[in-house]
C-alpha cells in the first residue's frame, strides 16, 4: 500500500493540473509568519485530463482552492485516475485516507459500491460519491451525495439549440419536418433521460417542430465510439448534435459535417469553432468549497446536497459562440434563465409534453420499475414533475413523445 501511495503521490505532482500541487504548494504562511496547515483532499477520477467530465472537475478543485486560500484554508489535492468502477476504487480511497485526507470526493457513477466498503473504515474521512445516490441512505454518517440541478442547465442549453434550428428553418436551410436533433447518450437510465428530455423540451420551446433522436453508447466515455455514433445520427438525418458523454468528439465530428453542436461539461467552442454553440457543465466549486469549509470549521457536512442549480451558480453554461448561435440568442437565455431561477418555468412541467399521447398527472400512473419516483415520493404535483426534489440524483425517467430511441441496448 505505501509503496502505491508513493507511485501515487509522484505521478500527481507531475501532472501539469495547477490544482494538483505538492504540500509546498498547497502550503501558506498564516499571521506571525507561522506555518499555515495544509489541509489534503483526494478526488477518485473516473478518467483523466483527455475526458471533458474529469476536466470539468479539475477546473472546479483549482477554483476551490483558490477560493478557499482567500478564508486561509490551504488546499492540497491528489488525483488518481482511470478508475471507473470496481477494486482499484477502494484502493484509491484507502490509500487517499491513508494518506491524511479529510475528504475523498469519488467524481463519477459506479464508483459509489466500492467506495462504501472504504468508508466504515474512515470514519473521520467525508466520502463524497458525486453523480451518485446511495451514500445519503446508508447507515454510515461519513458518506454524502451531491448532484447539482444539471437539467436546468440542460433546459437552458437547449434553448439555445433551438433557436438555432428556428434560425435554420426560417433562414430555408432547412424544413420544420427536418429539424431533427441526434443526441449521443451514455446509459438508458434516469440521469441520462433526464438530461435529453430537459435538453429537447428546452429546444422545443423555441422551435416547436423539432424531434430528436437518442443514440446510446454504453459507456460514460468513448472517443471513438462516440465519433461514430454521432456521425450515425446525422446519417440518419440529425441537423445538429448533443451528447451526454464524456469527450469532445461529437463536437468535432458535428463540425467536420458542418452541422451545429451543443455541448455538455467544458466549452467545446475551442475544437470545434463552426460548430459548438454552447455547453451545459456543474460548476463542483461551491460544493468543494462547502464540503472543505465544513471540515474545517467541525460543521456536519449534509448527506445528500440537493436543489443547487443555475440560481446558486452550481450549474453554469459556458461562454456563448455568437458566430455559430442564433441571433438574439444570449437575449432569450438570460430572460428564460431568470423564469428558472425565480421558478416562473419548470422545466418538467407537465402541460408541455406527452407519453403515449397522454399528460402526465402522476408518476406512479407510469411508475413499473420502480425508476420514476424518488422512494414513494410523488414527483408530479402543482403542474410539473419535480424533478431533483426529494433526492438530488435525478429520478425523471419518463420516455416523452416527440423524442426516438435509436437503440436501448445499454443500462
Known sequence: MKKFLAILLTVAMVFTFAACGSSNEGSGEAEGGEEAEVVKVGMVCIGDDNAAYDRNFYMAADAAKERLAEEGINVEWTYTYNHPEGDP????????????????FCNSYGQEPKMLTVAKDYPDVIFAGLTNEGSWKDKLDNTVNAFPSIYEGRYLAGVAAGLKLQDMINNGEITEEEAVIGYVGAYTFAEVI???????????SECP???MLVEFIGSWGDPTMEANTAQDLIDRGAVLISQHSDSTTPATTAQANGVPHVGYNISMSDVAPEASIISSRIDWTNY???????????????????????????VVLTELNENVAAPGTAEVLESVRAKIESGELQVFDTSTFTVGGQEVKSAFALDTDGDYAADSEEAVFDGAFHESYFQSAPYFALRIDGITLVNEAFS
Do not use: M, P, W
Not at 468543494?288 to 452550481?314: M, P, T, W
Open 89 to 104: 476504487v477502494a484502493v484509491d480511497c484507502e490509500e487517499l485516507a491513508e494518506a491524511g485526507c479529510v475528504a475523498v
Open 194 to 204: 433526464s438530461g435529453y428530455t430537459a435538453f429537447y423540451l428546452g429546444a422545443k
Open 209 to 211: 417542430s423539432a424531434t
Open 288 to 314: 468543494f468549497c462547502y464540503v472543505i469549509r465544513s471540515i474545517v470549521n467541525g460543521e456536519k457536512v449534509d448527506q445528500d446536497y440537493c436543489q443547487h442549480g443555475l440560481a446558486d451558480g452550481d
